[in-house]
């Protein structure tokens, strides 16, 4: 018997531009249509950022606000997690958009380098969006790009600031962070289950390790994340992905390999605990 996988798809990101990948979705009508896209070809969860219409990042509500909107009517039941990342705005601006009440939002329970610049969230902004996400009734995606996210955020659920059971992604790839690494990987998901049973996760390579996270995390029960935020190109030679559902689809044809299926938006919000 299969066993369902959830695909998350992260449609935009913070970084890549039409430039760098013509898929790459920017205005708001834009990341509806590809999410719709890549919800037909077996994503269940999308995780969205939001840019200006000259391609430059924000945090604006109003934007979110609209993408919500979009994605309710255009992909119904799909699990929707916005982004509170630094790229796109500073201090209490990366919750604005949290009373819209989406399904999920990311949280990042610590500190790391990233390419050009140090991923900043310090203790009072973390625990500001833990209890932003509390007041909205908003499940916190912990995104550990290091060991120490993963213990910090459990010791945020024993505290109280994080409502269980926890949603962790092994974030590796990030150039100046956590490197893409088996041993490492398979480190991550026996600390995981050791410290936190009830536990689900997810695993995002960034860039070439994308495709290589996917196997490893099919193989080892957990769950996938694809989609041209994290990765534009299709393999090693440099050609370029054709979209985010196409990326999806990819993922979705390997489950089969691993004796996985992937998980109905039903399926989806069940293992994730989340309102039908």
């Avoid at 990342?85 to 819209?100: A, D």
């Avoid at 935020?229 to 196409?246: M, Q, T, V, Y």
Wanted: proline share 6%; glycine share 10%.
């Amino acid at each position: 018997m299969t066993t369902p996988c959830i695909i998350t798809v992260a449609i935009t990101g913070s970084v890549p531009t039409k430039k760098d990948n013509p898929a790459v979705p920017i205005t708001v009508a834009e990341q509806v249509e590809s999410t719709q896209a890549a919800f037909e070809a077996g994503a269940s969860l999308a995780h969205c950022h939001v840019r200006n219409d000259d391609g430059t990042t924000t945090s604006d509500p109003e934007r979110f606000g609209r993408l919500v909107e979009g994605l309710r009517k255009h992909c119904p039941g799909m699990i929707i997690q916005l982004s509170t990342g630094g790229r796109s705005g500073t201090g209490h601006e990366r919750g604005g958009m949290l009373p819209l009440r989406p399904d999920m939002a990311s949280l990042s329970t610590g500190s790391c380098n990233f390419p050009t610049r140090v991923y900043e969230n310090s203790p009072e902004l973390v625990d500001w969006l833990a209890s932003e996400m509390i007041t909205y009734g908003v499940k916190p995606e912990i995104e550990a790009f290091d060991l120490s996210m993963i213990f910090q955020a459990v010791k945020m659920e024993k505290d109280g600031k994080i409502k269980g059971p926890l949603h962790v992604q092994f974030v590796m790839g990030v150039k100046n962070a956590m490197p893409v690494d088996k041993e490492t990987f398979d480190y991550y998901v026996r600390t995981l289950k050791r410290l936190a049973p009830d536990a689900t996760w997810t695993g995002a390579g960034i860039g070439k390790g994308q495709l290589e996270l996917n196997r490893w995390s099919l193989e080892a029960g957990g769950h996938c994340r694809t989609g041209l935020e994290d990765n534009i190109r299709w393999d090693a030679s440099g050609k370029l992905a054709p979209s985010n559902a196409a990326l999806v689809k990819r993922v979705a044809d390997l489950c089969a390999e691993y004796n996985r299926r992937p998980a109905t938006t039903a399926e989806a919000r069940q293992l994730l605990k989340l309102a039908a």
